[in-house]
């Protein structure tokens, strides 16, 4: 029975009949109108999210290896699989032991070891450039360490060499171990 118009020879106006099942389609086209919004924003918001979570989970490997400089330290990478992006956040994290010497303000060539200062997870972070999802280069820390405590505040404490240990690059939440130097 439709809500406008006839059916047959019979003229629906305005009888109570077709008021009601006019009301009654008009419902289900509602409800059937804002069930399909529903759907197709449900659809389209889980592609973006796993659009999203897949650039996200690229599987980031490479070789990385590190070089202790003496107070600072050099980490190398070639690391592929980073996507489609320009550029890529890294975090260099490490401990490190800080040996120093003290020596004495009125004898320069008197001088005796600091107390070893050891620094758990340090850690910098850097950007890297991105070329056809692979990052290759080289970073070296930029921490500056401060010397152990001397045996006399009036001595001048120099660090003298870091070793560091327990190195690890993250790459796009992926985390590398590297070899200690």
């Known amino acids: 029975m439709p809500c406008i118009g006839h059916t047959g020879n019979l003229l629906l106006k305005k009888s109570r009949i077709k008021r009601l099942f006019c009301k009654h389609i008009f419902k289900q086209l509602i409800k059937t109108t804002f069930m399909k919004h529903i759907f197709l924003n449900t659809v389209i918001a889980s592609i973006a999210l796993f659009s999203v979570s897949s650039a996200m989970a690229q599987k980031a490997h490479g070789p990385i290896t590190s070089t202790d400089l003496g107070k600072n330290l050099r980490v190398c990478y070639d690391i592929s699989g980073l996507g489609n992006v320009t550029?890529?956040?890294?975090?260099?994290?490490?401990?490190?032991?800080?040996?120093?010497?003290?020596?004495?303000?009125?004898?320069?060539?008197?001088?005796?070891?600091?107390?070893?200062?050891?620094?758990?997870?340090?850690?910098?972070?850097?950007?890297?450039?991105?070329?056809?999802?692979?990052?290759?280069?080289?970073?070296?820390?930029?921490?500056?360490?401060?010397?152990?405590?001397?045996?006399?505040?009036?001595?001048?404490?120099?660090?003298?060499?870091?070793?560091?240990?327990?190195?690890?690059?993250?790459?796009?939440?992926?985390?590398?171990?590297?070899?200690?130097?």
């Open 87 to 181: 550029e890529v956040q890294i975090t260099l994290s490490y401990s490190a032991t800080v040996f120093a010497e003290c020596f004495n303000p009125g004898n320069k060539d008197e001088s005796v070891p600091a107390h070893n200062r050891v620094v758990p997870s340090s850690g910098e972070t850097f950007t890297a450039p991105v070329r056809n999802g692979r990052a290759v280069a080289c970073f070296n820390s930029t921490t500056v360490f401060s010397p152990g405590s001397c045996p006399n505040p009036n001595w001048t404490g120099v660090v003298t060499d870091v070793s560091f240990s327990n190195i690890t690059l993250t790459v796009l939440g992926k985390t590398f171990n590297v070899q200690n130097p």
